[in-house]
């Protein structure tokens, strides 16, 4: 007959169940296990332990191997097949190896050999409530976790070496336009995803363990909802060896704001036109004044309409750069490459530049050596990007100083720097330097006219050639930007 411990259930409190066939054992379990403060409920026999399992959950299940009618391996069997979460701890009078390695095959969490002291029945339950706990804290971590990734907007899919489906969620199956049958274990080739996402996840198998980068790509869909430009990205995912057990990949459906930012670059560029037409009159005229064409100028006079077109200068060079970005971001500015004699570029920007470096006594010079390699590269792109690093180092330095040009060629890589004895960067400022309209802002620079764009115009065109810059300095000591750029294939 069932017996149970009447004590008054608490939230949290671990269930056992004690399943033997002598009242002398299953007594002394409900004693011992009581006191520890578990809620302990016993049966006679393994029908009667069954049906109570049928009845309610137990997170523990101490069960006699040799019972008559319905053995513990019965039961056993049992629970594995309909709770497989619960705790089984075998009882046997019969203390051999082979019965229990046979229990614990069948899926037992542990055995205790009849006799066993208190001690030994505590012991073994308290490492099978723990490992229950820990089993249950992973269930409950895998259960948010499905309801998160579940609720992401962006479509998030897992898959193995062998490129089968782990995981993916609701928003990842609509952006491949996919309504069927569960995908768990499917292969990823099953699906049309497409051949630039599958070789983003092949390249992510292959990477070396060592290494950690993101492989993104913007890929054109056409499905159910017309056309939509996707970003994906994928990474490998790693074990706790450190060895690639799978990747992961994320859709971003950015088709709107693919379109917002083509409306905001139509925008600027029709201003910046707008703009520019008049300025340029302007200038013209202003020069006309300047000159002294139009009369003669008294000194108060000259003074305010120098100071009008050092800032229509600097009006105009901001057109230009938001002329330069919005062609950059629409892709024109890279979009046509050739093999660039970069030796001869810097010289012609060298000697272009002396004008405006004289007018600080500032002194340009050139280290390149006799041969060098021509760079994968558009030609005025590159012009954009040096034009803008002497510009600036002349900008940012003091009278009487330095900038010097200086290239080499590393592995397959031109690298050229400008390196200057301005007035440098402070660390704080290093990191946001590229972006767009920052501008460091202290007691030196503030009075210095500029956009904050063209670093970040040469950013963009140098990421855009498939290349780097890196920036170093020492506050009072100087600058020095570092370009690296594919060599072309000659």
Same mark, same amino acid.
């Given at each position: 007959?069932? *017996? ?111 006799? %066993? /002291? ?80 599958? /070789? ?13 980068? *993101? ?49 905001r670059s139509d925008f600027v560029s029709m201003v910046c036109h707008e703009v520019r037409s008049p300025m340029n009159s302007m200038m ?36 230009s750069e938001l002329l330069d970005l919005s062609r950059l971001e629409s892709g024109l500015i ?81 690298? %050229? ?25 202290? *007691? ?27 920036? /170093? ?7 020095? %930007? ?9």
């Amino acid at each position: 007959m069932k *017996e149970t411990v009447p004590v008054v259930e608490e939230p949290g409190r671990s269930k056992i169940l004690v399943v033997d066939d002598e009242p002398r054992i299953r007594d002394a379990c409900r004693m011992v296990l009581s006191e520890e403060g578990f809620e302990v409920a016993l049966a006679a026999d393994g029908n009667e332990g069954v049906q109570m399992i049928r009845e309610e959950h137990f997170d523990v299940i101490l069960v006699d191997l040799m019972m008559p009618v319905l053995s513990g391996f019965e039961v056993l069997s049992y629970v594995r097949e309909s709770h497989p979460d619960t705790v089984v701890i075998v009882i046997t009078g019969y203390a051999t190896l082979e019965h229990s390695i046979n229990a614990m095959k069948r899926g037992a969490f542990d055995f205790i050999p009849k006799p %066993f /002291t208190p001690d030994q029945l505590r012991a073994v339950v308290a490492k099978a409530i723990k490992y229950n706990r820990a089993l249950q804290d992973i269930a409950d971590t895998n259960s948010r976790l499905k309801t998160m990734v579940n609720r992401l907007t962006d479509g998030v899919m897992a898959s193995d070496r062998d490129k089968k489906v782990v995981v993916a969620n609701p928003a990842f199956l609509h952006l491949i336009d996919y309504h069927g049958e569960p995908v768990r274990g499917r292969a990823v080739t099953d699906f049309d995803i497409g051949e630039q996402l599958l /070789t983003l996840i092949d390249q992510a198998l292959v990477m070396p363990d060592d290494t950690f980068t *993101e492989l993104t790509a913007e890929i054109t869909r056409t499905g159910e909802g017309g056309e939509r430009i996707v970003r994906a990205t994928c990474v490998p995912f790693r074990g706790r060896n450190g060895v690639t057990i799978g990747t992961i990949t994320v859709l971003s459906d950015i088709t709107a704001l693919k379109e917002f930012d083509r409306i905001r670059s139509d925008f600027v560029s029709m201003v910046c036109h707008e703009v520019r037409s008049p300025m340029n009159s302007m200038m013209m005229q202003l020069k006309v004044v300047l000159d002294g064409l139009a009369g003669e100028l008294s000194g108060r006079q000259r003074e305010i309409l120098e100071r009008v077109s050092e800032k229509m200068n600097g009006l105009t060079t901001m057109v230009s750069e938001l002329l330069d970005l919005s062609r950059l971001e629409s892709g024109l500015i890279a979009s046509e490459k050739s093999a660039v004699n970069m030796a001869e570029l810097f010289r012609e920007q060298i000697a272009f530049h002396e004008a405006n470096g004289a007018r600080k006594e500032i002194t340009l010079t050139l280290d390149v050596p006799e041969s060098l390699p021509p760079a994968l590269a558009n030609q005025r792109s590159m012009e954009e990007v040096v034009t803008n690093l002497i510009t600036n180092a002349i900008k940012y330095s003091p009278e009487g100083s330095t900038v010097r040009l200086m290239a080499r060629i590393e592995n397959e890589y031109l690298r %050229f720097s400008v390196r200057d004895n301005g007035y440098g960067i402070p660390e704080e400022d290093l990191k946001r330097i590229f972006d767009r309209f920052y501008r460091v802002n202290d *007691e030196n620079t503030r009075a210095i006219v500029g956009t904050g764009l063209g670093l970040a115009i040469v950013k963009s065109i140098v990421d855009a050639h498939h290349g780097s810059i890196k920036v /170093t300095s020492t506050p009072g000591s100087g600058s020095t %930007f570092t370009v690296l750029l594919p060599l072309a294939d000659i």
